[in-house]
């Protein structure tokens, strides 16, 4: 009753704020700018190559970005502010995610999974994350790093032993990170000593993302320390695995939904042929898998960046102060008219760096770059959609405050922003 009372108490105050109706708590309004609806791709031209704007998609793709966007309105946006501030997913998501078949995206159809383009999973990530960058954090481990891994890497028997598993109701876990192994990755301590037919593991993860909820852990432990990193080899671990210990979940700034978590492994006995791929070639699969996984996290953070402008515009439209609307005021429309430019530039980076992965072209340095400016283009916009809606933008009543904080960790996590701008620089360097 006193929890009743209290909610009763803080919707009367609200109303007494007499704020824009546009305002409705955590809804997200349906405006959006006009490049980030999507288009039927257009009709393949039979007397030259097909031209279309990197906004046009197949119609699958505009399918499954539709799928995503009605389960992120229908199904995220009435528990975003509860998983937040109680630190934790609710399981009719992650339920959901599987139901709607948006967690094996490219998996082969022999596998239960949809069989689309890579580019769907990029903008299914994008839908999500304009909603809750943590959900879309989920889909997009899953999609772009573990299924992916398993379907490049693993043998026949491990596909059909886990891919179908993944798509219908297992998470998976990517568990590269160590305290002393951030950004400097193969600098990794966990141990593999060999004993006959398994290898016994020793040593410990941090940061692991989805690791509260994952079914399955992709553990990337050193075979041969002698080799250095060219002893690194990745092996699939079964969570009921005797010996992995599971810690306390991370207290974070965002994210906060995501379960984050460290790992122990005492002595964990995993047979030979849980190994992924070859001995001595975790580094390489790491190294690929996360150039790929850094377009995942650049449409995570264009979509949390697009949801949070898509909420605040239509505020700035309404409010009145001095007599006027504040979208009438030159000064705010010029910084409006330079986040949305900056916005436009981050969803064609992203988008061009995804068609370059499905067409088999050379894309790390348009991955590093899609990375590095979504990420810092999220800070800049979640910061200025704060100023623009000002004291309502601070509360945690709305959403914007939110998109804030979740937008700190792009520079960071996959890849932190001077490691993107190390990686293209070394590429430029090569071209000329």
């Known amino acids: 009753m006193a929890g009743l009372a209290v909610r009763a108490l803080r919707s009367s105050r609200l109303l007494r704020r007499n704020f824009p109706s546009c305002l409705s708590s955590w809804k997200i309004p349906r405006h959006a700018l006009r490049s980030s609806q999507s288009e039927a791709l257009l009709e393949v031209r039979h007397n030259g190559p097909l031209a279309a704007p990197l906004q046009t998609f197949t119609d699958d793709e505009v399918m499954l970005k539709s799928v995503g966007q009605k389960f992120a309105q229908e199904q995220i946006v009435p528990l975003v502010s ?76 491990q596909k059909a032993t886990y891919l179908p598993e993944l798509v219908s109701e297992k998470l998976g876990s990517f568990c590269l990170s160590e305290s002393g192994a951030g950004s400097d990755s193969f600098a990794l301590k966990t141990r593999a000593d060999k004993k006959g037919n398994y290898y016994i593991i020793n040593g410990s993860k941090l940061w692991i993302s989805n690791a509260g909820h994952a079914g399955i852990f992709l553990v990337f432990a050193n075979v041969d320390p002698a080799a250095g990193y060219k002893g690194i080899t990745c092996f699939l671990v079964d969570r009921d695995t005797e010996g992995l210990v599971i810690g306390k979940p991370e207290n974070k700034l965002g994210i906060r939904a995501t379960s984050t978590c460290p790992l122990t492994f005492e002595n964990v006995r995993v047979p030979e042929a849980n190994i992924l791929g070859q001995v001595g070639h975790g580094y390489k699969y790491a190294i690929g898998i996360l150039n790929e996984g850094r377009i995942g996290i650049s449409a995570q953070m264009l979509g949390l960046a697009q949801g949070c402008f898509d909420y605040t515009i239509p505020y700035i439209k309404e409010r009145i102060q001095f007599g006027k609307r504040l979208f009438e005021f030159q000064g705010l429309q010029h910084q409006v008219a330079h986040v949305a430019t900056q916005l436009e530039a981050t969803r064609l980076l992203t ?82």
């Open 351 to 432: 988008y061009n760096a995804a068609r370059l992965v499905e067409g088999g072209r050379p894309f790390i340095k348009e991955a590093a770059m899609a990375k590095y400016y979504a990420s810092e283009i999220a800070g800049l916009t979640t910061s200025k959609c704060i100023e623009w809606m000002g004291g309502v933008g601070y509360t945690k009543d709305y959403p914007v405050e939110k998109y804030f904080r979740d937008a700190k960790i792009g520079t960071i996590y996959e890849g932190a922003s001077n490691i993107q701008l190390n990686t293209i620089a070394k590429h430029i360097d090569a071209e000329y």
């Open 82 to 157: 509860t998983m937040d501030e109680n630190s934790k997913m609710e399981k009719s998501v992650i339920q959901g995610l599987f139901q709607q078949g948006l967690m094996g995206i490219e998996v082969d159809a022999k596998y239960g999974g949809s069989g689309a383009s890579f580019f769907s999973s990029i903008l299914v990530i994008e839908e999500l994350a304009k909603v809750d960058a943590s959900v879309a954090l989920l889909c997009d481990i899953q999609n772009t790093v573990i299924n992916k891994l398993i379907g490049k890497h693993g043998t026949e028997e």
